[in-house]
């Protein structure tokens, strides 16, 4: 059967399921970085499995701590918008980075997904992030005047689906590009790509510059690798560093997820609006108010409404869901490895809870 969307999209949110590997993926040795060439290491850290993945392998490399940054991008931005995003995310993101004591930046575009999709005859806002010397900066936000008024589409075409992009990217990019310690020697960016969720994934360069490079630059040089760091492991690899490192996964993975994206994922399957709508009416209603008032749905032909009517409600756990949807991560990171236990989300299906 045809879908609309290749894996890799539904993948990014984790909203399909992997196809599996029947093989390993063989590497060229070039295809893989040596990591004492580098001064610096930034994971960009989702707080989902396989960024978390590649912060674990580095420690299991040898890598000290006080060389690495964790780099998470707030979707909703830091002004009160809370229309996207897991609300739990961002603690679970510092109560990690203390358990470990690894530095955690943060970078976002203001008023994120929100304001961004309510633009009208505005430039895109500005981003914003503190350098690693503790200065605020502020980049953008004089650009071309623009319209959206609109949900970022379920298709292919980045240029409708632009959360990704506007939110992620780009805002990744500004921090390294605008952040002058990155002009000093050289950086490894790690990110938590798979070869396993899907065939687009199978087919990205394991290793190669990242799109901030420019270390042949004539004025301003900056070394920038990016490095797939989890890129050949299928999902037991993952589990089992969680599992020897002890540590605690995200709530989402608990309440049965198969992966972390945001709450209201524009991806989401008809059990994921179900949920969205049963235990957190609050999100689904602004949304569904939004689809009203642009005219237009998230996925073409049909309403979250439509989509929520589809699903089966999934049981929640409750402890988890109340972690989930609060602000405070107070459950421990760190757990005995001897007894450490998958969550309801691994192997289970990624296209929301099971
Ligand atoms: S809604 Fe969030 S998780 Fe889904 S595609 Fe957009 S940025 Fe990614």
């Not at 500004?174 to 990110?191: A, H, M």
Request: proline letters at 6%; charged letters at 25%.
């Amino acid at each position: 059967m045809r879908t609309l969307f290749s894996d890799e999209e539904l993948i990014h949110c984790g909203l399909a399921r992997p196809a599996p590997i029947r093989h390993p993926i063989a590497y060229e040795p070039h295809e893989r970085p040596n990591l004492s060439d580098y001064d610096r290491f930034l994971v960009f850290f989702s707080g989902g499995k396989d960024s978390v993945a590649c912060f674990l392998w580095l420690l299991d490399q040898g890598i000290p701590v006080d060389k690495i940054e964790l780099h998470h991008h707030l979707v909703d931005g830091r002004e009160g918008s809370k229309l996207m995003d897991w609300p739990i995310t961002t603690d679970y993101c510092v109560k990690f980075a203390q358990a470990f004591g690894v530095r955690l930046s943060f970078s976002w575009k203001e008023g994120g997904f929100e304001r961004e999709m309510l633009r009208e005859n505005a430039p895109t806002a500005p981003v914003h992030f503190y350098t690693q010397s503790g200065e605020k900066r502020q980049i953008g936000g004089d650009g071309k005047l623009n319209t959206r008024k609109k949900f970022p589409q379920v298709s292919a075409d980045l240029s409708v689906r632009w959360c990704s992009s506007y939110l992620k990217i780009s805002v990744g990019e500004s921090y390294i590009v605008n952040d002058p310690v990155f002009r000093q020697g050289k950086t490894l960016v790690l990110t938590g790509e798979r070869a396993e969720e899907s065939a687009a994934r199978a087919k990205y360069k394991v290793f190669e510059p990242h799109r901030a490079d420019n270390r042949n630059g004539a004025r301003v040089k900056r070394w920038v690798d990016v490095y797939r760091a989890v890129h050949g492991w299928p999902e037991q690899q993952v589990w089992e560093i969680f599992r020897k490192f002890g540590v605690n996964p995200h709530p989402a993975y608990h309440l049965g997820l198969g992966r972390t994206s945001c709450m209201a994922c524009i991806f989401g399957s008809p059990k994921q609006w179900a949920m969205l709508k049963h235990y957190m009416p609050t999100h689904f209603k602004s949304i569904s108010d939004y689809e009203t008032l642009f005219n237009t749905t998230i996925k073409r032909g049909a309403s979250v409404v439509q989509t929520a009517a589809k699903g089966v409600v999934p049981e929640l756990d409750r402890f988890w869901l109340e972690v989930a949807m609060g602000e405070t991560f107070t459950p421990q990171i760190l757990l005995n490895p001897a007894t450490w236990s998958y969550p309801l989300g691994a192997f289970g299906e990624s296209s929301g809870p099971t």
